[in-house]
């Protein structure tokens, strides 16, 4: 089979379905694992797909965001591990700023017990850090629906009030070239202030934004450590260069 109509037939597979293994793609096309890989990495540097551990995915429109309902369900396990790991990095006595997000959301229940202060924009979190017995501040602004985040011009007005020893964000992209984006500049902003404003910043994000371009940037990658379940070793080497990297398991 000719070069391009393998590579074709790859981008077929996963416009369908997203996302595709090594292995699917050797049956589709009956070429071997080593053309297959090869492939990849080709229609990678076209920016055509990214691979991922063991297949290659699909990458997303630079506006595309998927409502909070669905991302609440993709990577559950990923998340949670990855909560965990954000929440042994905080000490007695600290003050954080933890974005809206469905991974970082994950860092809460690992608090109780612990004399710290949350600011967040997620008005979604208040239940659960009272509930917790946790000093929270929810800052201002408009209500964003999708992503359950307060966001605009008052809530950078509010946020601008603190100052945190700590900051944990979720992320839409994060690219090595790019760096850090999501699809909104209101979030943006609201994302990069909360960086600016903490002495130490974490991004926590599963592995399937990686090498992904979402449409505003937040900050560049040396800008923020990165705590992750990705296992691409190429992807966390060329991190690794720009910033500390943590990778979480069971």
């Known amino acids: 089979m000719l070069t391009t109509n393998r590579h074709q037939i790859i981008l077929n597979v996963l416009k369908k379905q997203k996302t595709a293994s090594i292995h699917e793609l050797v049956d589709v096309t009956s070429a071997s694992i080593s053309t297959i890989r090869r492939d990849l990495e080709q229609l990678e540097k076209d920016n055509l797909l990214k691979r991922i551990h063991g297949g290659a995915a699909l990458i997303q429109n630079h ?3 998927p409502m909070l309902e669905e991302k609440q369900e993709l990577n559950a396990s990923a998340k949670e591990q990855i909560g965990r790991a954000a929440a042994d990095l905080v000490n007695e006595g600290d003050c954080l700023f933890i974005d809206a997000g469905t991974t970082t959301k994950h860092i809460l229940p690992h608090l109780q017990n612990k004399k710290v202060v949350v600011v967040t924009n997620a008005y979604l979190f208040v239940e659960m850090l009272i509930r917790l017995e946790i ?13 359950g985040a307060l966001i605009g011009v008052q809530a950078e007005d509010s946020l601008q009030s603190f100052r945190f020893d700590k900051c944990f964000l979720g992320m839409n992209g994060i690219h090595t070239k790019h760096g850090y984006t999501t699809p909104d500049p209101e979030e943006a902003r ?4 909360g960086l600016e ?8 994000s599963d592995e399937s934004k990686f090498q992904e371009v979402s449409f505003s940037k937040v900050a560049d990658i040396n800008q923020a450590s990165i705590l992750t379940n990705l296992k691409e070793e190429s992807i966390i080497d060329d991190l690794s260069r720009m910033t500390t990297v943590k ?4």
Do not use: F
């Not at 609201?190 to 202030?193: E, G, P, Q, T, V």
């Not at 404003?197 to 991004?203: G, T």
């Not at 990778?247 to 069971?250: I, M, T």
């Open 190 to 193: 609201i994302k990069r202030l």
């Open 197 to 204: 404003l903490s002495k130490e910043s974490y991004v926590l």
């Open 247 to 250: 990778v979480v398991s069971k």
């Open 135 to 147: 000093e929270v501040h929810l800052i201002g602004g408009r209500v964003k629906g999708k992503t």
């Open 63 to 65: 506006l595309y965001e």
